[in-house]
């Protein structure tokens, strides 16, 4: 295996930026001196000018699953070499504002190669740790999508309804509960599938209704990770968009969860969900949970100020809300706050 020197990756991307470059497969290309052992890696700039990296693989070679993205796609493509079909691995990057990224991920590429690991291993692990960094970046990310996600799904249901109701999006905002609305309020808690039934409460407040009487919800959504099927966050977000009567609503209550850039922000798309089951429960008398009327006067004793618990919702299936019921259910929460 040859390698190239280190700046032949900047100085072919300059190239390209430039409007250089060989016309090669109907692209834009520039070779780089390094040969994986199926032929030179290229450069190059896609139909739409986005940056590509296409590495020669052997014929018959598969890509490990989930390594592909709505921003960074991955796939194996045939180009003519030579009069001989040959298979590239090509990796692609469709979001202006992650290019700078994608360098660095093509880099993460180059070197493994350069160490002597096979091209599809190189993609795979160097993808790997690039999603693992981005999620590192954010804390708890995976969760923050989980969370997101679930109320991101609720929000467009309700907007289908009434095209105003992003008003009553209200948990971004650091209300008590995540939607109100004139006539009800409702609590999302998403989970994994892996996760069962068991939800985390973070407050006593937050399965408390409204002070002013009007009846409280808590809807359950269970997802499963999905590899590269289901939606990501940000097609949740563009679809949210589209139906908003004001869309300054949905881009106010990203911005207070610090996601104002979610339209180029990786970890918005990189991961994707389908969802497994929703439940919606009446949290009324009985139902199951802690306030301060749970506590002995005098308890939780001074200084305590965050009490979170776990919640079985095995425990709360008499509250659970008939399937018939739930479009009327979304219905008030899309009604004018």
């Not at 970046?137 to 929000?155: N, T, V």
């Not at 308890?299 to 009327?328: F, M, N």
């Amino acid at each position: 295996m040859t390698t190239p020197p280190l700046n032949e990756t900047a100085e072919a991307w300059r190239t390209l930026d430039l409007g250089g470059g060989a016309d090669e497969f109907s692209l834009a290309t520039v070779r780089l001196g390094l040969d994986a052992g199926y032929g030179p890696i290229r450069l190059a700039r896609g139909p739409n000018g986005e940056p590509e990296l296409l590495i020669p693989t052997e014929t018959g070679r598969r890509l490990p699953e989930g390594l592909s993205s709505e921003a960074v796609p991955v796939r194996i493509v045939q180009f003519v070499v030579r009069g001989h079909a040959q298979p590239f691995i090509e990796l692609s990057c469709l979001i202006p504002e992650l290019q700078a990224p994608f360098r660095e991920l093509v880099d993460d590429v180059i070197r493994r190669l350069r160490e002597g690991v096979g091209p599809e291993q190189a993609v795979g692990a160097a993808i790997a740790q690039f999603r693992d960094l981005l999620r590192r970046q954010q804390p708890h990310g995976l969760e923050l999508l989980i969370g997101l996600f679930g109320e991101l799904l609720l929000l467009n249901e309700m907007l289908g309804t009434n095209p105003q109701a992003a008003k009553n999006w209200t948990g971004p905002l650091r209300q008590r509960h995540d939607f109100s609305s004139a006539e009800l309020s409702a609590e999302v808690k998403s989970t994994l599938r892996r996760d069962g039934r068991a939800i985390r409460i973070t407050s006593l407040e937050q399965l408390w209704p409204p002070s002013d009487g009007r009846p409280l919800v808590l809807v359950h959504t269970v997802l499963e990770r999905s590899g590269g099927a289901g939606m990501s966050v940000r097609d949740l977000v563009f679809e949210a968009t589209r139906l908003a009567g004001d869309r300054s609503l949905i881009d106010r209550a990203l911005e207070s969860l610090q996601l104002a850039d979610w339209q180029s922000n990786a970890l918005l798309a990189g991961e994707r969900f389908a969802l497994l089951r929703r439940d919606i429960y009446r949290v009324d008398t009985g139902f199951p949970r802690l306030g301060l009327d749970s506590f002995r006067p005098g308890c939780p004793p001074p200084g305590v100020s965050k009490i979170e618990y776990t919640l079985d919702l095995d425990h709360a299936r008499a509250w659970q809300v008939e399937a018939l019921e739930i479009p009327q259910i979304i219905r008030r929460l899309a009604a004018a706050p």
